[in-house]
């Protein structure tokens, strides 16, 4: 299991600790719902523009987003194939998260690692479409939130 975090963008200074909070939490998610140990993810940290130019690409909405998720698997894909199994990138704007994180009144990495969750939970086919998979997605956060004392 791999969960790699890169930060891409320098306007948010990003400490090394938060980047392995990420790490750590998102391989937690990853053993939380049965992957295998090939399975990777990436997340990666952005600015706005860059998340915007993501947005308005892929879904045709022109401005920033808190975070986006790229799921790299086909429905056909088979994980017994002794390959690495890579599930896809969730894209977080360090911006977004800190203007978040000052509206919600929480700390930056609390609101980074929310969005690492989220996306990630993406990643595994939790929706917002369905209210029993967006109620799971809610309690599998808050689970992983409290387990990592955020």
Excluded: W
């Excluded at 299991?1 to 963008?9: A, D, E, F, G």
């Amino acid at each position: 299991m791999s969960v790699l975090v890169n930060n891409i963008q320098d306007k948010i200074e990003v400490p090394e600790e938060l980047l392995s909070l990420l790490e750590d939490m998102g391989n937690f998610v990853l053993r939380l719902e049965g992957q295998s140990k090939e399975c990777e993810v990436s997340v990666i940290l952005v600015d706005n523009n860059y998340i915007q130019e993501l947005n308005l690409t892929y879904r045709g909405l022109d401005s920033p987003t808190d975070v986006l998720s790229f799921n790299l698997q086909d429905d056909d894909m088979t994980s017994d194939l002794g390959e690495d199994k890579i599930l896809g990138d969730v894209v977080i704007s360090m911006e977004k998260a800190g203007e978040q994180a000052d509206l919600y009144g929480h700390s930056l990495r609390r609101e980074v690692a929310f969005l690492a969750v989220h996306g990630i939970l993406h990643l595994l086919g939790y929706d917002h479409e369905t209210t029993g998979s967006e109620q799971e997605m809610k309690e599998k956060k808050d689970l992983v939130l409290k387990k990592f004392m955020l």
